[in-house]
């Protein structure tokens, strides 16, 4: 993906990389305009690929089923075609418009000047519910994780999972085949986990011990040993790891998106026909969007976000045509 120095000014800055942003991007690029893209998780694909990456969808439109990890794959893909400027780990605090066709976007490691923006922000910035532990988060570069994309890279590998719900067993499931020893630790002696799924777990090789939380982490760059402790009797036991996965959930909240000037109802951006939000300029698309009648699914994000992008399109220049004709008329 091209990378502009951060005083360029882009046409398009989307807020955002779930699939409305992601899409947002590709047809930015199908309408030749320059396209940035911020987000704040260390991977495009929003709430698809952070809570469901492995499930199955079958309400997008030509596909009869498709697990989410694909469909992002599949939309990584469509990008790469018009090279977008996508950075990641990054979280936008404040825009502002400055003049028409002139918003400065800050973020918590840049600032960003585009001509229009379009909102894709979903149910705002979220992150993963993290594990309170003295010396955690030292260890989330190395083999702490909170998010599980690649099941190959657990091969032969000792892996501890904390967690009650479908992640945690859906996990200790399907590494068990993989890793070398799975073993899942749970605060509560019942798991919320679909009862089906209990019963597999139950009956797998799969090291379950309740009701214990990890206490303590050792090691120096890398977690090479845990310490966990019984939540009734506090006695305490040892275990060696090689990888620790923690699935309490995500966290996410409209957070600075409520300070930005914009008409908000029940967490949404309020916008009109063309997508537009109550700043002239400042477009969205997807579930951060609210408006009679509204539905909250990825098909519906994919048919908001080109009008978003057409319209912004003659936002910035009055002279455009609204309608980008057929992409199957195009030399791309
Ligand atoms: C378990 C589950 C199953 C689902 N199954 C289906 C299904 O089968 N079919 C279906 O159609 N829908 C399904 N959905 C809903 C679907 O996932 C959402 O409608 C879709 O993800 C919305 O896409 P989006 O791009 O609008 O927002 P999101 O996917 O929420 O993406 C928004 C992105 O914006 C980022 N962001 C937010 N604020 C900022 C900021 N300030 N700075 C930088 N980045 C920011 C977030 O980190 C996030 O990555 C399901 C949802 C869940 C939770």
Known sequence: MSSQPSGEFSDL?????GPAGMFAAFYGGMRKASVKLIESMPQLGGQVAALYPEKYIYDIAGFPKITGQELINNLNEQIKLFNPDIRLEEKVLHIEKKEERHFVVTTDKDVHHARALIITAGVGAFEPRRLE???????????????????????????????????????????????????????????RAHEHSVEKLLASSV??????????????????????AHCKTGETQ?????????TFGFVSSLGPIAEWGLNIESNAIV???????????IFAAGDITTYPGKLDLIA??????????????????PEAKLSPGHSSNMKI
């Open 13 to 17: 800055l989307i807020i955002g990389g």
């Open 133 to 191: 532990v003295e010396g955690a988060a030292q260890y989330e570069k190395s083999n702490l994780h909170y998010f599980v994309s690649d099941l190959s890279k657990f091969q032969g590998r000792r892996v501890l999972i904390s967690g009650g719900g479908d992640s945690a067993v859906d996990w200790a499931l399907m590494l068990e085949p993989i890793a070398e020893q799975v073993t899942l630790v749970h605060r509560r002696d019942k798991f």
């Open 207 to 228: 090291q379950v011990i309740t009701p214990t939380e990890i206490a303590e982490l050792h090691g120096e760059d890398r977690i090479e040993r845990v310490t966990l």
């Open 238 to 246: 040892e275990l060696e790891v090689d990888d620790v996965i923690v």
């Open 271 to 281: 916008v009109d026909s063309r997508m537009e939000s109550s700043i002239p300029g």
């Open 300 to 317: 519906v994000g994919f048919g908001e976000a080109p009008t978003a992008v057409n319209n912004a399109k003659v936002y910035i220049d």
